[in-house]
């Protein structure tokens, strides 16, 4: 069963507007969640984290959000630039398996348009 | 920086072959994992390895094998490969439990299967 899911495969945002991709968890024992970016033919690469502790971590263009009581999180790209271009994934793990087990959304395909 | 290492980024075999998928970190990570990549299913766990000679399955083990004989080489091995082990397969290692950071990510093997 899938512990987090990404409901929206695809994306298109207009340059200079503000890309939301959302991601919603089951286990209520995640506590710290991660977003990455994946580039065709490459691996992923990290992007922003938050841990449950905090309901909002920034870094430049991007911020993620954290709302426990929904088990949700989504993350805000501000402006979107056509380098953002790339599929997302969100992934929680738990305090008991930090470093053991990281559970991955299906991927947001995002589209920045020029 | 850390830097994971995956022997092939293309690889072509038949059915029936045995495939081995080698991936080394410098990082002296402990943990290590295999996950494999697919079109609306987003990453799954196959394998991974918290220490030299551990392994834990993942979520998908079935038709998969791995080897840690070394702290910095994860080796996934396919016995007998079949079409539908066609995928991306990507792997990760991890500074170890208890440490809240991200995986960092290989560039992936494109493995086909005729």
């Known amino acids: 069963d899938q512990q987090v899911k990404q409901n929206s495969p695809s994306l298109s945002v207009q340059e200079g507007r503000i890309s939301i991709l959302n991601c919603d968890y089951t286990n209520s024992m995640f506590d710290y969640f991660l977003w990455y970016k994946k580039y065709p033919a490459e691996g992923p690469t990290f992007l922003i984290s938050i841990s449950s502790i905090k309901d909002k971590n920034e870094d430049g263009r991007f911020t993620v959000f954290l709302n426990k009581s929904a088990k949700h999180l989504s993350l805000h790209i501000v402006p979107s630039q056509p380098g953002d271009s790339a599929v997302y994934f969100c992934a929680a793990s738990s305090r008991v398996n930090t470093g053991n087990q990281f559970y991955f959304g299906t991927g947001t395909s995002l589209t920045v348009i020029p | 920086d850390v830097k994971v290492t995956q022997s092939s980024r293309y690889l072509v075999k038949r059915t029936g072959e045995k495939v081995f998928l080698e991936c080394v970190q410098d990082?002296?990570?402990?943990?290590m994992f295999w996950y494999r990549q697919d079109p609306g299913l987003g990453l799954r766990l196959i394998y991974f390895s918290y220490d030299v000679k551990m392994k834990e399955k993942g979520d998908i083990p079935e038709g998969y094998s791995v080897s840690r004989e070394k702290k910095e080489r994860f080796s996934l091995i396919l016995e007998s490969a079949s079409t539908n082990q066609t995928s991306m397969y990507l792997c990760?290692?991890?500074?170890?439990?208890?440490?809240?950071?991200?995986?960092?990510f290989g560039p992936g093997t494109r493995l086909t299967v005729l």
């Open positions: 990760a290692s991890h500074e170890g439990r208890g440490h809240r950071d991200t995986q960092y």
């Open positions: 990082m002296d990570h402990e943990n």
